[in-house]
């Protein structure tokens, strides 16, 4: 299994990138990310660190209720040169960047006698050097908390080719960048296999306010190559290459930034955190009208519902065919959740009050805040819990589809394959515009445009409420497929050059989180 698999270290380049242009490219970007390290440092990196940017094919916000979602890693990435300080300096940390509007930073860990590690991230106003930190304290947690072992300290030096907020996750790009690299520098990488290393990111990307599902960590750390990345997270975290099928004619992945910028932790409020509740609340509230029994304290997930309205046995792993059919069955029944004049029975899904929502979860008021608000800071008015539901359910339902034709494709090559894979993307982007309420009206007319332009399919990707698009585009016209992008969508105007390829530009699947280890 994928995830079961070591995370590699190389001692030449040409493993990590095999293709021989793109090695004489990255080659160039090392070299010189190594000499700015020696200049600034006085010392050779031992470790240059590469954590990819990912794009979700098709399975969005669905990994936090543990649906399986379709991510690739993307070409563009995140580079850490690292290297240990000297003996007398345990744990402190200098940290630079290559772009000179991100500042040099210097900060060490404290730890009081049987005490935990505390090392400050302002969760209200984060800094670049804030994921650096999180991922550091994953690594102080998990090898330095019950022992008077100290943390080496790390001179490190980044950049990166993700844009930031674009939705292609260059956070945890960076998280899993520093969290490889204090696992490198402290001799701690022995053993530690890629599904270690994402179940580390994910919980260091907490620290800076973000409930993530897995997602974007299993994108960057577990994927290869050519192919698409079946995760599942349920019943356990497991990976499955897809290969994507060689098409006729033959297609790119085109990602294409809306410009407005996608910040998970400054709208995590009234955004992404909040549609977390929304579906836990959702599962609850499921639960009750389907009869399925569910714990007072319990944080029931809409796939862990599912498999206890289908009577699966807890801890057995259902198979996509019999996942599709409970998908199919349970969508029938989503009209349960229309429990009261002001969330669909009129027609209007206005949502829930909190007090409605509270009621109809079964729990009292403290039981409820305890349960689901204690932990996460949101804000709302009102609650969509059918919604939510019905996009979380379909939303899996078309992650299983895509991957069959996926798969169908590679066996069997058929004129339909592309049409059946941008029909999907189509209707993912629909329910994340009018069922699940995440995206915005850029990122709506730039899907649009993107089909008018000749995409045989677009949606947006990532968070949502911004950031990318990912289109499916014939690989011979792309670049006048780009020329009808940057000629019609507004904030494209002017842009030319590398402020252009910034914003929009070709990619094919890369391969996972690598370290590259310098003799």
């Known amino acids: 299994m994928a995830a ?156 990166g080719s993700v844009p930031a907020g674009s939705g292609l996750s260059s956070s945890a790009a960076m998280v899993v960048a520093s969290t490889l690299s204090f696992l490198a520098v402290n001799d701690k990488l022995d053993g530690i296999t890629k599904g270690d290393l994402v ?86 509230v ?61 027609g209007t899904e206005i949502g829930l009050t909190l007090e409605e929502m509270i009621a109809l979860s079964g729990l009292s008021a403290e039981e409820f805040t305890e349960t689901y608000l204690s932990w996460v800071d949101i804000e709302a008015t009102r609650f969509q819990l059918y919604k939510r539901a019905k996009h979380v359910f379909l939303e899996a339902l078309r992650v299983l589809e895509f991957r069959e034709v996926c798969l169908r494709g590679a066996r069997e090559p058929s004129d339909d394959t592309l049409r059946e894979l941008g029909r999907l993307l189509d209707e993912s982007q629909k329910s994340c515009t009018a069922v699940y309420e995440c995206s915005c009206p850029e990122v709506d007319q730039l899907t649009r445009l993107a089909k008018e332009a000749g995409a045989y399919g677009s949606r947006q990707t990532g968070a949502g409420w911004g950031g990318c698009t990912v289109s499916l585009v014939e690989e011979s016209r792309v670049s006048e497929f780009i020329e009808k992008m940057r000629t019609t969508y507004p904030p494209y105007h002017g842009l030319k050059g590398e402020e252009l390829s910034e914003a929009i530009f070709p990619t094919k699947p890369s391969s996972g989180a690598t370290v590259y280890k310098l003799t």
Not at 225 to 254: C, D, G, Q, W
Not at 308 to 331: A, H
């Open 199 to 284: 179940e580390m990111a994910v919980e260091n990307e907490t620290r800076v306010g973000v409930n993530s599902g897995g997602m974007d960590q299993s994108a960057s750390v577990i994927c290869s190559a050519n192919s698409a990345l079946f995760i599942s997270f349920f019943p356990r975290l497991s990976a499955e290459p897809i290969p994507l099928p060689i098409t006729s004619p033959r297609t790119v992945i085109v990602c294409a930034n809306s410009l407005v910028v996608s910040d998970k932790v400054v709208h995590s409020r009234t955004r992404y955190n909040l549609r977390v509740v929304e579906t836990l609340a959702a599962a609850r």
């Open 4 to 159: 079961a698999v070591q995370v590699p270290v190389f001692t030449t380049l040409d493993k990590i990138f095999p293709d021989a242009q793109i090695l004489l490219q990255q080659g160039a970007r090392y070299a010189h990310l190594a000499q700015e390290f020696e200049a600034r440092f006085g010392k050779k990196p031992a470790y240059i660190v590469r954590a990819p940017g990912r794009v979700n094919l098709i399975g969005e916000h669905i990994d936090y209720c543990l649906f399986g979602v379709l991510p690739a890693a993307v070409e563009r990435d995140v580079l850490m040169a690292v290297g240990p300080t000297e003996e007398d300096q345990p744990g402190r940390v200098t940290a630079q960047n290559l772009d000179s509007k991100y500042t040099r930073q210097t900060f060490a860990p404290a730890k009081a006698p049987g005490k935990n590690w505390a090392l400050d991230i302002d969760k209200r106003q984060l800094r670049w050097e804030s994921y650096v930190k999180a991922g550091y304290y994953g690594v102080l947690e998990k090898f330095f908390k019950d022992n008077d072992e100290l943390p080496r300290g790390l001179d490190l030096l980044v950049t």
């Open 286 to 346: 499921l639960a009750r009208q389907l009869g399925v029994p569910i714990g007072k304290t319990e944080r029931l997930q809409l796939r862990e519902l599912l498999d206890r309205w289908l009577g699966v046995t807890k801890g057995v792993e259902t198979d996509p065919k019999g996942l599709k059919e409970g998908l199919e069955k349970i969508v029938e029944k989503l009209d349960v959740l229309k429990l009261v004049d002001s969330d669909g029975s009129d």
